[in-house]
């Protein structure tokens, strides 16, 4: 009830596409949603993050949108960049819990 | 920059020895968390620490454990060292820890190989 599934595991895109991960989790409790940012030999960065009080937020180019019946939330990247590239992991986290990552999704996008 | 600093950067070290990992949260921050992420693996929690008191465990082993000091700086301490701690060891820091739901700013994190 705890995990947070995330897909897909890699991700190639052009350069100009949108990129898209989902996440699922099982335990409705859970009350924050970021997502993290992750390059190679660095520590996760706080890309944008949603409370489930609202269906869809927007920094940019990164949308999440978040549909609690179905227990989904997912990060979309627009108009992808090679700078993009980086490995993203959604978590969850319940209030005055830790957070829950997922196993993380490793984005290439292509020249 | 997340404000966060650990040290070292890099470390290497041989089976059976012990390791201390250091991390200075932002400032201001009450809580530090520990995770550690192995190849191609996700960030595993391993432990809480909120204003020098432990708060949360999560997959710690044994053969760790960790303090936060009046400073709020924490010091995560490795032992008896096998081959599979290989890992990268990232701190966090948050301003609460348990009255809600912070965001949690990442350190750069320390390589800890075990030959």
Not at chain 1, 82 to 108: E, K, M
Not at chain 2, 52 to 58: P, T
Not at chain 2, 80 to 94: K, M, P, R, T, V
Request: charged residues 15%; hydrophobic residues 35%.
């Amino acid at each position: 009830q705890q995990q947070v599934k995330q897909s897909p595991q890699s991700l190639i895109v052009q350069k100009g596409g949108i990129s898209i991960i989902n996440c699922a989790y099982e335990n409705t409790a859970f009350d924050y949603f970021p997502w993290y940012q992750q390059f190679p030999g660095k520590g996760p960065a706080l890309l944008i993050a949603i409370r489930p009080d609202v269906s869809e937020k927007k920094e940019g180019r990164f949308t999440i949108s978040f549909n609690k019946s179905a227990k989904q939330f997912s990060l979309h990247i627009m108009d992808s960049q090679p700078g993009d590239s980086a490995t993203y992991f959604c978590a969850a986290a319940l209030y005055g819990q830790n957070f829950v990552f997922g196993p993380g999704t490793r984005l290439s996008v292509l020249p | 920059d997340s404000g966060v600093t650990q040290t070292p950067k890099h470390l290497i070290t041989a089976t059976g020895q012990r390791v201390t990992l250091r991390c200075s949260p932002r400032s201001g921050d009450l809580s530090v968390y520990w995770y550690q992420q192995s190849l191609d693996q996700g960030l595993q929690f391993l432990i809480q620490y909120y204003n020098g008191e432990e708060r949360a465990k999560g997959n710690i082993l044994e053969r760790f454990s960790a303090q936060q000091f009046p400073d709020l700086h924490s010091e995560l301490n490795l032992s008896s060292l096998e081959l599979g701690d290989s890992a990268l060891y990232f701190c966090a820091s948050s301003i609460r820890g348990g009255e809600g739901t912070d965001t949690q700013y990442f350190g750069p994190g320390t390589r800890l190989t075990v030959l």
